[in-house]
């Protein structure tokens, strides 16, 4: 049974040997909340959540990981209501997350069947090199925004 809580200072050092916490030091001093879920004492995804500065104002879901070997078990879905959730408590009446526009077609389709629709803003581009936990990363991808209503 796959539970998902937040991730604690003292887990970081463990679930990191497991799942890729790119965002983990992405903006120090922004608020942010990763979320993991447990399979047991394993560590078998995680969700990124943005608070702050995001594209469309309102907290934003990224960086959604599963292990490959758990992929389409419902962890990614698991993962996505309790950023919701997360979102709902805080007060927050929407939540957004951005998709590649040509690519991730699996990803698109499990974001509409959990109730999100294109946000009315263009796609944006991204292209260069950006960091991530001090690692250059080379991106070029159009990403489209989706947004929920909570």
């Known amino acids: 049974?796959?539970?998902?809580?937040?991730?604690e200072a003292s887990d970081v050092p463990y679930v990191d040997e497991f799942l890729p916490l790119s965002r983990l030091s992405e903006q120090p001093g922004e608020p942010s909340t990763y979320?993991?879920?447990w399979d047991g004492e394993e560590p078998v995804g995680h969700a990124h959540i943005a608070w702050t500065g995001t594209h469309l104002g309102v907290p934003e879901i990224q960086d959604v990981f599963v292990v490959p070997e758990r992929r389409r078990q419902g962890i990614a879905s698991q993962l996505t209501r309790a950023a919701e959730a997360e979102a709902r408590t805080r007060g927050w009446e929407a939540i957004s997350l951005s998709v590649s526009q040509e690519g991730n077609q699996s990803a698109r389709r499990l974001?509409?069947?959990?109730?999100?629709?294109?946000a009315p803003t263009d796609p944006v581009r991204v292209s260069g090199v950006i960091?991530?936990?001090?690692?250059?990363?080379?991106?070029e991808d159009t990403l489209v925004y989706l947004m929920k209503r909570l």
């Open 1 to 7: 049974m796959v539970s998902v809580r937040e991730l």
């Open 131 to 139: 960091i991530l936990r001090g690692q250059p990363l080379e991106v």
């Open 111 to 118: 974001y509409a069947k959990l109730g999100y629709v294109e």
């Open 35 to 37: 979320l993991v879920a």
